[in-house]
């Protein structure tokens, strides 16, 4: 019997490991090797089944798709022709794949019911039934029940259990460009925590937050999720209260009691990709010449509202990338002195706002990975919140922004 978790908490998995079905789990897909067909030559082949896994934590549950997509060439009948109409397309792979030798070419269609299959068990022997009987037709002596042992990359990653959101999307690949080896998020209030929010749940290996401050009830009223009276008694360090609160869904979220200074900016000049989401201060500015000169891609985030008639003002994000800086040194973007740039420098803050700062800053980081299509490149943006209007700054000349590559500004 496998070792694996899954396969021992979902029966239907169970049963097609121990029947001797060649299962692996790759990327979060379910993907079963060996399956006999006849190719359009009436020649015996052997292929392979991908679909994405459906989860309720660590155990499957009824799949939501009856599609089964299929790497290998389009199935037939023992004479080489169609098995039946609309069986196998094209059309119906979904965009699954598990990786380059794992993209499926052609995708089948057979429900078995209004509702669908009730378990992978039974949606795999089914498919493999229509495809084996022509082959067996051909060779009775093959089968898709090899014994092979099962595989799995399931406890390979950074997630406790398994993202099966990326895989039945069928952005896996796009998934994988976010799979950077240290990521540093400085200051822990409203938009930094909301920034982790968003990058817990991507591959990031490494996620390391730094603030010195601790968690209290204000902070919780512009903060994601929502914490307990337990937890504001607690009173921990801020670094500490978001890094327990996320371990239940992912490994490798460092937490850093202190603030960055000169003494200690060393800590986030070797990540790949650094947000500042901290305060206005003397020590930001030095982070910032730290970042520029260790040549470390940034995003620092500002929000300045008041309160007149309605709460009106704007939320800045603006990116630093090598080569790429001269706007955040001359520009008089970025407020590094309490009262300095005051647009971008109140106190008054509201949960969304952060929010919204967080959600800007994540898709610009995405874009520069080229998770996201990326056509201007900008470096600097601001959202004012009375006109619902959008303004880009700085945008590189397109060719580089579509590189992901840092380029002067144009």
């Known amino acids: 019997m496998s070792a694996s978790r899954l396969v021992r908490d979902s029966p239907d998995l169970q049963r097609l490991v121990s029947e001797g079905y060649t299962v692996r789990i790759v990327k979060n897909y379910l993907v079963v090797d060996d399956i006999p067909y006849v190719d359009s030559e009436g020649e015996v082949q052997a292929g392979s089944f991908i679909c994405p896994l459906e989860m309720a934590g660590d155990r499957t549950v009824k799949p939501s798709n009856h599609v089964m997509a299929f790497v290998g060439s389009a199935p037939c009948n023992k004479d080489g022709g169609e098995i039946s109409p609309g069986f196998a397309n094209v059309g119906l792979t979904s965009g699954w794949a598990a990786g380059p030798e794992l993209t499926p070419a052609v995708g089948f269609s057979q429900k078995p019911r209004p509702d669908g299959y009730v378990d992978f068990y039974e949606k795999v022997t089914t498919y493999a039934a229509i495809l084996l009987g022509p082959a067996q037709a051909i060779d009775p002596t093959v089968t898709p029940l090899q014994g092979k042992p099962f595989t799995t990359d399931e406890d390979d990653g950074v997630f406790v259990y398994l993202d099966t959101f990326s895989s039945r999307a069928g952005i896996t690949a796009r998934n994988e460009l976010l799979e950077l080896s240290k990521v540093a998020i400085v200051g822990l209030g409203g938009t930094g925590a909301y920034i982790l929010d968003l990058l817990a749940k991507t591959p990031i290996r490494n996620v390391h937050l730094y603030d010195g401050d601790t968690f209290s009830t204000h902070n919780a009223f512009r903060a994601p999720g929502a914490a307990s009276v337990v937890d504001l008694n607690a009173r921990m360090a801020k670094v500490d209260f978001y890094a327990a609160m996320y371990a239940s869904m992912r490994r490798n979220i460092h937490p850093h009691a202190a603030y960055i200074t000169a003494a200690n900016v060393s800590e986030v000049t070797d990540a790949d990709f650094v947000f500042l989401a901290m305060d206005s201060g003397p020590d930001k500015w030095t982070i910032v010449n730290s970042l520029i000169a260790a040549g470390v891609p940034f995003i620092d985030t500002g929000i300045g509202v008041s309160d007149d008639s309605g709460i009106a003002g704007q939320i800045r994000v603006t990116t630093g990338l090598p080569g790429a800086t001269d706007h955040v040194t001359q520009g008089g973007l970025i407020s590094v002195v309490a009262g300095d740039a005051a647009e971008y420098d109140t106190n008054l803050q509201v949960a969304e706002l952060n929010m919204a ?7 610009r980081f995405k874009k520069w990975l080229k998770f996201y299509a990326d056509t201007e ?17 700085y945008a590189r000349i397109s060719e580089q922004a579509d590189s992901g590559e840092g380029a002067g500004v144009a």
């Open 357 to 363: 700062a967080a959600v800007m800053a994540v898709i």
């Open 377 to 393: 490149g900008e470096l600097h943006s601001t959202y004012r919140i009375d006109t619902n209007e959008t303004l880009n700054k």
